[in-house]
């Protein structure tokens, strides 16, 4: 991180003496420094949501494979009959991509939990179970219920599996919350490093009307408010990136795997967009300053 | 009225410096000034007066482009100011020093840095010995060499307005245009300047002072042929010979 | 809302002519309104997550009633020797509330989604299921296996239930997380309230010089600017506050009960939180640019 | 030396406005100021002068409390500067009338805002007729009626010292003090303003005013009897019968 730092700043400092033009402003500057690091801060939490809410999502998506169980509690005889045509209407239904009768043994495995695994399972009047793979969409199940009751009427459709779907699509949402928030945060520190730059430009008129008058080109005078912002927002962002690391490490993880954001690590992929925040947040003052003191300059003689 | 006349006092046949044809200029209202018609030819030394509010100081800003005349042409080193570009304008400058009425300084630098920064802003060096040798002469000249390290806002009214007059003349600029220099300082400072701007007007630049101080005009008509332009009723006229 | 404002203005807008003085301050009353105005709709999120958080983490909390199952599959006539003592044991270990046998009928309840409802389970070797009511914090489950290993040695311990533990943790980080970016924010806008009114101040050395040598004294000078700043931090975090409630109330919420932060909506006292954001943000600015003007003019003759 | 005189031209035997006791004042480095001492009488007539640089700015300074002596006692009507808490300094200011040298104004209002801003910033009405009466004969007198509702950067140099003028005799003031009040005005419009300085002086104020115009004191002179200090090698000197 700190070399990336350097070597941006050295690219910017090619011209310490026309830096000097420029005043020191004084709180414009720490207020520069301090929004790009609260932004940045903000910035790495709202990417470690998002994130954290995609693995989430798609973990949980994973595990479900989206399934459900139709169960046939047919009379004694009538069991492979309707059998085969519930999995005649299954197969046609869409948004259903598999549904297979479960084994005996597999009916057990499931059994076991409640009996025990001594249970004389060919003793019982056991019903015949189905499992169902859905579509990523998933079925009507009001629809195939009707259906259903005409072609296998013993058949019950449980879809209890779906507990889960709700809680997909939240962490969904949250990841979509939280690349709300990272473009609002983007567009907000946007705005203030604007704001920021008109401000200390305007607060500079003295400056710049005195360099204008001693025949100092639009460009010299710019480029000394350019690169001071970019190289602010720049070092404020990478603080605010840093700390917030930091931050996210700090934060107790309990590596529980079955754990819901108890886990807002970075991992992999996900610090490339970390790293990024600084030179963007850099970027953007740099496009900003340079509006905004291309804009005031043609205001001047 | 001046049409037409060669403002060089030395007749010699050099193209003017500054060009003024029918020149308007108003600030929005009615208009500050009509029909103004001036050539000041290079190495001539031009006095302007007029009473307070009668347009010096806009006379001055439109010969250095820092105000478009609303009507005629201003044509500095023989190119019109409407033509230009803003870095043309930029670097017209160099070549014409201003000292402002309101002397107004980097105030967060150096007085010495200050009086050197049109050398910095159109890239010369200001730390090799010669330079330095140069601008320590020139504070010297403008009596500010034991000030050179404080910043402009803790100069004497006077002393900022000689340091303007340093940094006006610190790249020998062709043409030296002055607003009140003298109006904070002392009689016997005044005529220091007054010097100063005689010796370089002998060097061939072309000096156009604005001011209100009649003295300073007949101390400067003793040493060096002038010329007095004088606003009034909103026109360029020449001043009496009773200067 | 609006009706609040009008009333906040009013009182502090009782000396029209002394706000005169100071300069209508263009980019930095921007810059203010800005970021009072984005912070303000950060909070409205960060205050909507917190909520909805914590709703979601006390549902869940009670819906489970911190439950999980002993099952009994002891040989015929042992069971209710074994049952009794498992009793004993779980009536005796901390973290556990209550333990009750369930009944013939109940057992056959949880059964019914597996086998239908005429399922003769007076002639089945059901094992004898024990519901066992936690407390908040939980049991410690592996020294519970060890003493039912020696007491009642046919029970086996499903903590099944469990699963939904971390997700309650997760609500209640997410709830924390909430709140501490509600302090961030805060933080962050004081600073850049503060910093902005430092801005302010020092653009406009001139004016406060020109005040001072005309004989007005501090109190005067420093009401204009602060009472300017108070009401650009509260305009800015009023309308920001607005919008963010506007953007809440279009996010579609699908009134999922199961749904975890499908319903992002401000219920009930969250209302007092959401609607104390100008007013705090105002009296942070109010507070912040009182401060800074005092400093400022301390240092003046 | 001035020490232990009574400075009340007119011999009147009421204690001084103005009480400056072996005052000195430096601003970190050397003294600038040394051993002065003066006493300023009610209704006087007083002229500073000196060379650029020799301290006739941050006598005035000292004179209405924006600088602290390092050394010695200033007395203001009677008080103890030093003793003086913040508050008390800026009601002390609406008793003296202070032209800076750099005339400064609150830039986004216009000219008669300013000129009207010490009785806003006392708590005094100025939109009752008697005093809008009082701004507009005020504005004639110094010449900018049509210049009234302009901002202060749209003024030349001579319109701000003028209406600087303007915005220190507004409140009627018992002490006026003016650092340099004619350094951009024309001979026309500064006797007009010593004509305006000499009236207020016969309605019985106190003025002070600092100026290296030697012809402005020589006008004064011959209008009303006024006393010329000069510092000199850091000291007050009492200028000789030669002005
Ligand atoms: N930016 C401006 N906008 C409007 N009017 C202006 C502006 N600048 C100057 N003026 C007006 O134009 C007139 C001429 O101003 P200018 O500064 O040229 O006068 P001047 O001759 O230099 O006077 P002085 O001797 O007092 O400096 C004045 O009445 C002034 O008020
Ligand atoms: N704030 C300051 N800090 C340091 N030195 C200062 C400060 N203000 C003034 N000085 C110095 O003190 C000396 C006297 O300044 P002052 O302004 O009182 O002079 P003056 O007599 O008014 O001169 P002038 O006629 O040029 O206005 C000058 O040399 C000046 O540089
Ligand atoms: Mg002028
Ligand atoms: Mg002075």
Known sequence: MSLDLRAAAKMLQFDEKADRVVPPTGFTARLTVFSSFAMAFLAVFALALSLAAGRVAERWGDELAQSSTLRISAPAGEGVTQTEAALRVLRTTPGIVD???????????LLTPWFGADIPIEDLPLPQLIDITETDEGYDAAGLRLRLAAEAPAAVLDDHARWRRPLIEAASRLRILGWASILLIATASAAMVTLAANAALAANAQVIAVLRLVGAKDTYIARAFVRRFALRSLTGAAFGTLVGIVALVLIPSRGDSAGFLTDLSIQGWGWVWVILIPPLSG???FIATRFAARRVLEELA | MLRHNNAGNRGRDKTAVIELENVAYSYGGGELLTDMTLSVAPGSFHFLTGPSGSGKTTFLKLCYGALQATAGHVRLFE????????????????????VHQDCQFLDHLPVTENIALPLSVSGQDTSGAGAEA????????????????ALPPELSGGERQRAALARAVIMSPDVILADEPTGNIDWEMSQRLLTLLVELNRMGKTILVATHDLGLIRAAKA?????????????????????
């Open chain 1, 99 to 109: 549904a297979r009768a479960l084994t005996i043994d597999e009916q057990r495995a």
């Open chain 1, 283 to 285: 970027l953007v003052a």
């Open chain 2, 79 to 98: 190119r019109d100011v409407r033509g230009l570009g803003r870095d043309d304008v930029a670097i017209l400058r160099r070549k014409i020093g201003v």
């Open chain 2, 134 to 149: 140069n601008l320590k002469e020139l504070l010297a000249w403008v009596g500010l060499t034991a000030r050179g390290d």
């Open chain 2, 223 to 243: 040493q060096v042929p002038t010329r007095v332009l004088r606003i009034s009723n909103r026109r360029l006229q020449m001043a009496g010979a009773d200067l």
